[in-house]
């Protein structure tokens, strides 16, 4: 008889400004603070309207070029998290894993690593060859697979990694890949590589207490 598998429950909360994402993810790490016994493994996914982020690796980003970027049509954030400046859009497929990785492997390096391998299997659902790169996350050749639509992209250095680019699930196939179409291979990959079961929850982020 096989272990039993950890459930990770998966909430789609749809086209959103980033400042709403963001707020849904400090609402459900804020349970797993203050509730550390009880199982909360979450995955949201979301598409998010046009917004550049910066990480706390960025150093003091130019007025101007905020302002350049912001006049474009995006919002622009300074953020916590890890890593440099990146773009979100409409017809990108965002995904934030919210899990205890005691659940799992108290690893980050391990993590990290699972994520990319996701990230190459659901690229390989779609018959496109994928792989890690010392300068971190997946590539296909020179480029750098991490959204459906990258035109955005040319406003800046994504990630801060000079002479590379990136590239899409739509660019690679010739073809345009929707976000629905992309959802169901990246869950698959990710149950796969986390060894855990799927749960899904309807949720309508309006009506959520955190906005009320």
Not at 74 to 85: H, K, Q, V, Y
Not at 200 to 212: A, G, L, P, Q, T
């Amino acid at each position: 008889m096989g272990l039993q598998k950890t459930v990770v429950k998966v909430l789609n909360l749809g086209l959103l400004p980033y400042a709403k994402a963001l707020k849904v993810q400090q609402h459900y790490v804020r349970q797993h603070v203050e509730s550390p016994s009880v199982l909360r493994n979450t995955v949201l996914l979301c598409e998010h309207q046009p917004v550049y982020t910066i990480g706390i690796r960025q150093t003091a980003y130019p007025a101007e070029e905020e302002e350049r970027l912001k006049a474009l049509g995006a919002e622009f954030f300074r953020t916590n998290r890890g890593g440099l400046i990146t773009f979100h859009g409409p017809g990108q497929l965002v995904c934030y894993p919210i899990l205890h990785l005691g659940y799992f492997r108290k690893s980050v390096r391990w993590y990290v690593s699972e994520l990319e391998r996701t990230v190459i299997g659901m690229c390989a659902r779609f018959g496109i060859k994928a792989t890690t790169s010392p300068d971190t996350g997946v590539w296909v050749g020179e480029n750098k697979i991490c959204a459906i639509e990258v035109q955005w992209f040319n406003n800046i250095v994504p990630c801060g990694i000079v002479g590379k680019g990136v590239t899409s699930l739509s660019r690679e196939l010739g073809r345009d890949v929707t976000v629905l179409e992309a959802t169901p291979a990246l869950l698959q990959a990710f149950s796969e590589n986390f060894h855990c079961e799927l749960s899904f929850e309807e949720v309508d982020v309006c009506k959520m207490s955190i906005f009320n």
